[in-house]
């Protein structure tokens, strides 16, 4: 798992996503951070930095189902993976390299940013007033984040059969939660007579269960943001404090439970479903032919709810939403 010929192949496999992951990654972190802090004041005379977690993942995900598919489905759709089988390694070995190169690559590319930030920090103009500590906390979450992320997509590779099936099905699962939730509700409320001020009411109470099973969880509605006023500072130097105003919202911290299971669970899963992988498949969009008696019903059923949601809203004739889910529903067939 750890021998030194079949991380080079791994790094061989994915050194351009490798590189386009820790270009992306200095760019959204210490390059936006240090340019934000040369930027000129705005009109009230204030100095303001900002990042959210959304924009630590959303960017990211595409590049995580890139990873997954250069280590796990390339050489599968290219028909040369029997190469890697060649080596004298066992199945288990090889698919645990692939998913602890990409975990240790997320890490160490973290890493460097973390320190980079840190130094950042303390060589900027209000670095006696900020601290690091919301920001490391920030950074940990969204590592385990990515760490789940970069696991959903690997796991998707064991029975996905091309690199086109790979990726469609890796960006399927990840927002499932909060994609089915969405295609329900909206039938939902096609299909009521309750006011639209109520069931948006109880569709957020819904959401809130929702985003509990998302695997971003720990990274919703989370924020940092300071505000420098060089005023204050020269006027009152008593009131240096007031110069920085420095704030933050997280999740609580179980919520990093979600991802964690994620990985608890997909991973050995991924083992399991990897050492039965029929080569003989590859090149088709699933693996495993049992998998299309589920595959098949399912994916035409959310094609035809978002066929529904397209054609159909709450002030339209309720032909409207079937017609597109029958549509989009046989279309998808």
């Known amino acids: 798992m750890f021998h030194k010929a079949l991380w080079l192949h791994h790094y061989k496999q994915s050194k351009y996503i490798l590189l386009l992951f820790a270009c992306s990654s200095f760019w959204f972190l210490p390059i936006s951070y240090f340019n934000d802090l040369q930027v000129q004041p705005n009109e009230a005379g204030y100095f303001y930095y900002s990042l959210n977690g959304d924009t630590l993942i ?19 759709q290219n028909q040369t993976d029997y190469l890697l089988f060649a080596m004298p390694f066992t199945r288990k070995e090889l ?18 940013n973390g320190i980079l930030i840190y130094f950042i920090l303390k060589i900027n103009l209000f670095s006696q007033y900020q601290s690091f500590g ?8 969204v590592t385990i984040t990515w760490i789940a992320i970069f696991t959903i997509a690997i796991f998707i590779g064991t029975i996905a059969g091309n690199v086109i099936s790979h990726s469609i099905l890796s960006l399927i699962f990840i927002i499932l939660p909060s994609g089915i939730g969405m295609l329900l509700f909206h039938f939902a ?10 069931f948006f009411l109880k569709k957020a109470n819904y959401a809130s269960y929702i985003e509990n099973i998302e695997v971003f969880a720990p990274t919703n509605n989370t924020y940092i943001s ?29 919520k990093l439970i979600t991802p964690i299971l994620y990985i608890l669970i997909l ?36 094609f035809a709810l978002l066929g529904g949601r397209i054609t159909g809203g709450k002030n339209d004739p309720l032909l409207s939403y079937y017609a597109g889910f029958i549509i989009i529903g046989l279309f998808d067939k």
């Open 189 to 198: 409320w096609i299909h009521t007579n309750v006011s639209t001020t109520e």
């Open 95 to 112: 698919f645990l390299s692939k998913w602890l190169f990409g975990t240790i690559a997320i890490l160490f590319i973290m890493s460097l």
């Open 226 to 254: 300071y505000t420098f006023n060089p005023e204050v500072k020269e006027v009152d130097i008593n009131n240096l404090k007031e110069s920085v105003k420095e704030q933050h919202q997280f999740q609580p911290i179980w």
């Open 58 to 76: 959303i960017p990211f995900i595409p590049i995580f189902i890139l990873l997954a598919c250069s280590l796990i489905s390339w050489k599968r």
């Open 267 to 302: 991973l050995p899963l991924g083992v399991f479903l990897y050492n039965r992988t029929p080569n003989e498949n590859n090149g088709k969009i699933l693996l495993f032919t049992k998998l299309h008696r589920l595959f098949i019903p399912c994916v035409t059923i959310c």
């Open 134 to 141: 919301p920001m490391g906390t920030l950074l940990c979450y």
